[in-house]
């Protein structure tokens, strides 16, 4: 009988989720990709993360322990395209790996390195012998955002000439990063000119095997007269195939979730929804954001809130109003006092960006109709669903087995 | 084939989690570390030994504890999110 | 509720608070926004402050002035203070000033430094004045290390405050017997009870952020106030300071804004300074207590953090 045998079964939701603390890596500032909707109005080919920059935060974070409690640490590496500095992302991570040790630090025992990419370079020879290397820390995501149809509407390659979509060079991506990352999900962004191709996207993606699909509209102000009637539309039709094909028994789409969609208690449910100012990212230039939304690349109208840098450290009054934040105060009285307002998410660093005045206290309430639209679609999708396994005597099994998504807003 | 054998308490959990976690760290730390860093790379040929050791220790403990079902050719796997045991044979 | 109106009639106004009037040129408020401003504190029932240079108003200015109700807030080194009913100091040294009215209420700002090396000079005038503040000029450096020679300072000045009060001269000292006097939070008011109109005829939350480069206008006279976001600037959009009891801070906007980058959120400093002044308020009240009878009913309660962001994050 053999016994030294582990198997983690984590694929569901964020790992460490809530505990860990992430500290994010903006190694590059340059994408293969010029997607429609992206938020990072900077992008750039010059501003890439030198390995000076890079050591100088590991230490300073290092050195600082006592500073971040948190008993886990999420390492993510974003761009652009963070698997353009694949060379670089190898060398954090060995000197990661190699000072946690040395230094004896409490997180060498719960460590994490995130990805988010565009997949396209998932198969090169580097990132691939850099998965393997560190096999069990990683989190990779991959943006597909549906059918061939859907992802090229907004994930287009950069550059002059004819619009060239991107989901032939992701798509033959897939099947390996399927087989590395059995559990992984992809994240998925709906904007305006999506809405129509929901339900077929999700479905594609389903068929493509990845069962766990993210979905969140966009947070900014993009939204049409009707779309939330659109929305709502997609939903329901997503809802029936998921229900009709079978499809809830092991696959899950987070736009259905049966928190959404109540009343939040002013008193016990106050807390923010946003982590930002838990997190730290750092930038090409070894600047301290609470978040990458706040970094300038990311800001369309509003000056960047840098909050330290690797030379002076972490200024922690800069920290306080976000470590401060409830949604009471930063809210509009209509979502205080909104019937459906579980689920509902913002992003503080869109807040920032939209509000009025320079803070990030006011609540940006672009969404507010889009996410009615979800509310009607849900409320629908767990009626029918319920009844359907009612009737067929499953609803126990299904309680016990379902697979929970968390809503995944960055 | 794959048979729910049992389940542990949280605790015990946690303990083979962070054992599960800091095995993985020392097994891709050893591809990073090289032997002309003498004390580092001895220190971590020690942790691994001792890691080596808590881990089939909580097996030995854990399968005596509960009295697992078990067979020659099989082997027990935990789900730290369910704290289930089960028994996968060929 | 908007109750006072700032009116900077000069470019080179004496600071009476934390921030600095600097980098200006005397440039004096133009007579028609200083009409429509007198005018529309009428129209709004505004209490005006008007805060004055170092040098002489012409007559027609000094007239229009008399038109309304008012507060003077001017420098000690103004012509003349016989009619201001606050007079501004700068630094310790200049206290040494004659003052021509006793009813007169005294600012002095002053650098912490100086404050630790020199509280001793203020003794004569607790023993004179009917009201006294003290406005730290650079709040937002006062080091952790600092702390025990500040709480040594205000225990020093206690004793002098609890022998006038046992001699029936109840100064009101805002360091140490504002805490006392006050049931709830009674802070600056900029942008909620308070706004300043500059003489660029702009409104600005306060002084400082016509002065401050990265100070930002919420209007002017000619069209109408303007406050973004108003509501962060009242004491329940501020999470941290709702839920405090050092009732006397200041809770200085300006330094909110520079320090943490939000109007509603003060720096650690700000947060310390005041509840070393508050555990001193409270010591002062068990200390003139020990003497006879005294605001019976106020209680300030023994609390274990100088930094309220221990209990208000969520």
């Known amino acids: 009988m053999s016994e030294e045998s582990t198997k983690i079964k984590e694929s569901e939701g964020t790992w460490q989720d809530g505990i860990a603390k992430t500290i994010t890596f903006i190694v590059t500032k340059d994408c293969q990709l010029a997607c429609k909707y992206c938020y990072l109005v900077g992008k750039n080919e010059q501003e890439r993360m030198s390995w000076d920059i890079a050591k100088r935060a590991i230490d300073y974070i290092f050195d600082h322990e006592s500073d971040f409690p948190e008993k886990s640490v999420i390492f993510d590496f974003?761009?652009?395209?963070?698997?353009?500095?694949?060379?670089?992302?190898?060398?954090?991570?060995?000197?990661?790996?190699?000072?946690?040790?040395?230094?004896?630090?409490?997180?060498?025992?719960?460590?994490?390195?995130?990805?988010?990419?565009?997949?396209?370079?998932?198969?090169?020879?580097?990132?691939?012998?850099?998965?393997?290397?560190?096999?069990?820390?990683?989190?990779?995501?991959?943006?597909?955002?549906?059918?061939?149809?859907?992802?090229?509407?907004?994930?287009?390659?950069?550059?002059?000439?004819?619009?060239?979509?991107?989901y032939i060079d992701v798509v033959r991506n897939i099947p390996l990063w399927l087989e590395q990352f059995p559990g992984a999900?992809?994240?998925?962004?709906?904007?305006?000119?999506?809405?129509?191709?929901?339900?077929?996207?999700?479905?594609?993606?389903?068929?493509?095997?990845?069962?766990?699909?993210?979905?969140?509209?966009?947070?900014?102000?993009?939204?049409?007269?009707?779309?939330?009637?659109?929305?709502?539309?997609?939903?329901?039709?997503?809802?029936?195939?998921?229900?009709?094909?079978?499809?809830?028994?092991?696959f899950a789409c987070s736009f259905f979730n049966e928190n959404i969609g109540k009343p939040l208690d002013p008193e016990r449910?106050?807390?923010?929804?946003?982590?930002?100012?838990?997190?730290?990212?750092?930038?090409?230039?070894?600047?301290?954001?609470?978040?990458?939304?706040?970094?300038?690349?990311?800001?369309?109208?509003?000056?960047?809130?840098?909050?330290?840098?690797?030379?002076?450290?972490?200024?922690?009054?800069?920290?306080?109003?976000?470590?401060?934040?409830?949604?009471?105060?930063?809210?509009?009285?209509?979502?205080?006092?909104?019937?459906?307002?579980?689920?509902?998410?913002?992003?503080?660093?869109?807040?920032?960006?939209?509000?009025?005045?320079?803070?990030?206290?006011?609540?940006?309430?672009?969404?507010?109709?889009?996410?009615?639209?979800?509310?009607?679609?849900?409320?629908?999708?767990?009626?029918?669903?319920?009844?359907?396994?009612?009737?067929?005597?499953?609803?126990?099994?299904?309680?016990?087995?379902?697979?929970?998504?968390?809503?995944?807003?960055? | 084939m794959k048979k729910l054998v049992g389940k542990v308490t949280e605790e015990e959990r946690n303990e083979i989690q962070a054992l599960f976690e800091r095995r993985n760290g020392l097994r891709e730390l050893a591809q990073v570390l090289t032997a002309d860093n003498d004390e580092l790379y001895n220190r971590l040929v020690n942790d691994m030994g001792e890691n080596t050791t808590l881990f089939q220790g909580w097996w030995n403990r854990m399968s005596k504890k509960y009295n697992w079902e078990g067979t020659e050719d099989g082997h027990w796997e935990i789900d730290f999110k369910s704290c289930e045991i089960y028994l996968l044979t060929p | 509720?908007?109750?006072?109106?700032?009116?900077?009639?000069?470019?080179?106004?004496?600071?009476?608070?934390?921030?600095?009037?600097?980098?200006?040129?005397?440039?004096?408020?133009?007579?028609?926004?200083?009409?429509?401003?007198?005018?529309?504190?009428?129209?709004?029932?505004?209490?005006?402050?008007?805060?004055?240079?170092?040098?002489?108003?012409?007559?027609?200015?000094?007239?229009?002035?008399?038109?309304?109700?008012?507060?003077?807030?001017?420098?000690?080194?103004a012509a003349s203070t016989s009619d201001a009913d606050v007079v501004v100091f700068e630094g310790l040294e200049a206290i040494d000033m004659p003052l021509s009215k006793r009813d007169v209420s005294i600012v002095i700002r002053t650098r912490m430094s100086d404050f630790l090396d020199k509280h001793d000079r203020l003794h004569k005038l607790l023993a004179q004045a009917n009201r006294l503040n003290v406005v730290f000029t650079d709040v937002d450096s006062f080091a952790d290390d600092d702390q025990k020679a500040y709480d040594e300072a205000l225990a020093s000045l206690s004793l002098v405050v609890k022998n006038e009060y046992v001699n029936n001269h109840p100064v009101q000292f805002n360091l140490l017997t504002d805490r006392i006097m006050l049931t709830e939070m009674n802070n600056c008011g900029a942008g909620d009870s308070t706004i300043t109109l500059?003489?660029?005829?702009?409104?600005?939350?306060?002084?400082?952020?016509?002065?401050?480069?990265?100070?930002?206008?919420?209007?002017?006279?000619?069209?109408?106030?303007?406050?973004?976001?108003?509501?962060?600037?009242?004491?329940?959009?501020?999470?941290?300071?709702?839920?405090?009891?050092?009732?006397?801070?200041?809770?200085?906007?300006?330094?909110?804004?520079?320090?943490?980058?939000?109007?509603?959120?003060?720096?650690?400093?700000?947060?310390?300074?005041?509840?070393?002044?508050?555990?001193?308020?409270?010591?002062?009240?068990?200390?003139?207590?020990?003497?006879?009878?005294?605001?019976?009913g106020t209680e300030i309660e023994e609390i274990d953090y100088l930094d309220p962001f221990e209990i208000a994050r969520p």
Request: glycine share 6%.
């Open chain 1, 185 to 250: 999900g992809t994240k998925v962004t709906i904007s305006s000119a999506d809405i129509p191709y929901i339900k077929e996207s999700v479905l594609h993606l389903y068929s493509l095997g990845i069962h766990e699909v993210n979905i969140n509209v966009v947070f900014e102000d993009v939204w049409q007269d009707g779309d939330d009637a659109l929305f709502e539309d997609q939903l329901m039709r997503l809802a029936d195939a998921i229900i009709d094909g079978g499809y809830y028994e092991s």
């Open chain 1, 78 to 166: 974003i761009g652009g395209e963070p698997f353009l500095e694949i060379d670089l992302i190898d060398r954090i991570c060995d000197y990661i790996k190699v000072e946690l040790y040395k230094r004896q630090h409490h997180w060498f025992d719960s460590y994490r390195f995130s990805f988010s990419t565009n997949g396209i370079n998932y198969h090169t020879d580097k990132v691939q012998a850099f998965i393997k290397k560190n096999a069990s820390h990683l989190s990779i995501g991959i943006t597909i955002d549906g059918t061939e149809r859907k992802h090229n509407l907004n994930r287009i390659w950069k550059g002059e000439g004819p619009e060239r979509g991107s």
């Open chain 3, 198 to 296: 500059a003489p660029d005829g702009q409104f600005y939350v306060c002084p400082a952020f016509y002065y401050d480069a990265d100070g930002y206008p919420v209007g002017n006279i000619e069209g109408r106030l303007d406050i973004p976001n108003k509501q962060l600037y009242r004491l329940q959009y501020a999470p941290i300071c709702r839920r405090c009891d050092a009732y006397q801070c200041h809770r200085c906007i300006w330094l909110n804004r520079k320090t943490t980058l939000e109007v509603n959120t003060p720096s650690h400093e700000q947060c310390v300074v005041a509840h070393i002044e508050r555990n001193a308020s409270r010591r002062l009240l068990e200390a003139i207590r020990q003497e006879g009878e005294f605001m019976s």
């Open chain 1, 269 to 410: 449910e106050n807390r923010n929804w946003c982590g930002a100012g838990k997190m730290l990212a750092i930038d090409s230039a070894g600047n301290f954001y609470p978040c990458t939304r706040f970094a300038a690349y990311s800001l369309r109208s509003k000056r960047p809130i840098i909050i330290g840098n690797v030379y002076d450290g972490i200024d922690k009054n800069k920290l306080r109003p976000f470590l401060t934040l409830d949604r009471l105060t930063q809210s509009p009285q209509k979502c205080i006092d909104c019937e459906v307002a579980s689920g509902c998410a913002w992003c503080q660093g869109e807040n920032y960006d939209a509000a009025l005045s320079p803070t990030v206290y006011q609540r940006s309430t672009a969404i507010c109709l889009m996410h009615k639209a979800r509310v009607h679609a849900n409320n629908y999708y767990w009626n029918r669903l319920f009844r359907k396994l009612e009737l067929e005597g499953k609803r126990e099994d299904f309680e016990k087995n379902k697979i929970d998504v968390k809503p995944e807003i960055c």
């Open chain 3, 1 to 77: 509720m908007l109750r006072y109106l700032i009116v900077l009639l000069d470019d080179t106004s004496t600071s009476f608070c934390h921030y600095t009037a600097s980098n200006k040129e005397p440039n004096l408020i133009s007579l028609d926004i200083l009409r429509k401003a007198i005018r529309w504190a009428m129209t709004e029932n505004l209490t005006i402050q008007f805060v004055y240079p170092s040098h002489e108003l012409l007559d027609e200015w000094n007239e229009t002035i008399e038109t309304i109700d008012h507060v003077k807030i001017k420098p000690a080194t």
